[in-house]
Structures are given as C-alpha cells and as structure tokens.
C-alpha cells in the first residue's frame, strides 16, 4: 500500500490588525500555529498610512508596520479580496500590496500593474494546493 502524503491547513476567517493596546492579535492562538503546514488568512484591514479614507460605516486601516504580526504568525498566504481592501483608496489598496510583496507574503485576490495575484500555489510536503480569492 502506497504511502499517503497528509498536510494540515489552518485557515483563519476575518484579520484586522487593529488591536487594544497594540496587543499581538495573535498571541492567544499562535501555539497553534506551529503544527501548520499552511496557514491561510483573510487580510481584512488595508496596511497603509496613505490614502483617503472612503465613506462607509467601518474603515479597516492598519499602520504598515503591522504586517509583522502576520510575518510572527507565520502565515503562507494571505486573502485581500474583500470588502476593506479599498478602505484608504487606490493608494492604501497599493501599499498593502507593496508591504506584502516585500515581506514576502503571499497573496491572492487582487492585483495591480505590478502584482497580478488571481491565484497562488503553495507546495508543502510534495503537495501543491491552489488558491483563489474572489
């Protein structure tokens, strides 16, 4: 009987990086983490200082900065396709991408002229899995 490769993904709904006291938002959960072979999130914040805010009943922005906590948390890949990502405009909507980009964070779900991430493949233990954000 052949051998069967297994992976163990965690995915995590809603991420705002918005948190009381600059509190880590995942301190409480973290140790969890580390038995992942992927962990997947849905970035719902826009990681910018730049950019003008729309008008709607909850903005989700974040400082920059803050893509550490998700770089500690060890996430592969991150969803931007959502109801936040254009929060601060065409301007936050880029940075974020430029901080995840340069942090390297995969991502999916929207793209720009310089990143067009419609899908990601993320290969662990011999398997690749395929991600889409809509």
Not at 1 to 11: C, D, E, H, P, V
């Given at each position: ?11 995590v709904g809603d991420i705002c990086l918005k948190t009381k006291n600059n509190m880590h938002p995942f301190k409480n959960v973290k140790q ?103």
């Open positions: 009987m052949a051998k069967t490769n297994s992976l163990k993904l965690i995915a969890a983490y580390k038995y992942k072979d992927i962990l997947f999130g849905n970035l719902e914040t826009v990681l910018s200082n730049r950019g003008k805010e729309v008008e709607k009943a909850v903005l989700l922005h974040a400082s920059p900065k803050k893509v550490e906590y998700l770089k500690d948390a060890e996430f592969d890949i991150l969803n931007v396709a959502n109801n936040h990502i254009m929060d601060l405009g065409l301007e936050g909507f880029n940075d974020t991408l430029e901080v995840l980009n340069r942090n390297d964070l995969k991502f999916v779900g929207a793209g720009n002229q310089k990143f067009n991430h419609s899908y990601a493949i993320v290969e662990r233990k011999g398997i690749k899995l395929g991600f889409l954000g809509y």
